[in-house]
């Protein structure tokens, strides 16, 4: 286990960032694989911009 200081990396061994990068690597794979209709980027945007405009 290579101990990892915080400049480094957020995470405290390599061990644990391999991990991490795993698990975001599958969750994107998952995603670029999924079925499901894609939304707009407009539509997201509009949708951020709308919970902006209530913290005004």
């Known amino acids: ?4 200081t915080p400049i480094e990396s957020e995470f405290a ?3 644990e960032a391999e991990a991490h ?3 975001v690597h599958a969750k ?3 995603a670029l694989a999924s079925t499901k209709p894609r939304i707009p ?3 997201v945007m509009a ?3 709308a919970i902006l405009d209530k913290y005004k």
């Open 47 to 49: 949708k951020a911009q």
């Open 21 to 23: 990068d795993a698990w």
């Open 28 to 30: 994107v794979e998952r």
């Open 13 to 15: 061994t390599t061990e």
């Open 1 to 4: 286990m290579t101990k990892l």
């Open 41 to 43: 980027h407009d539509a």
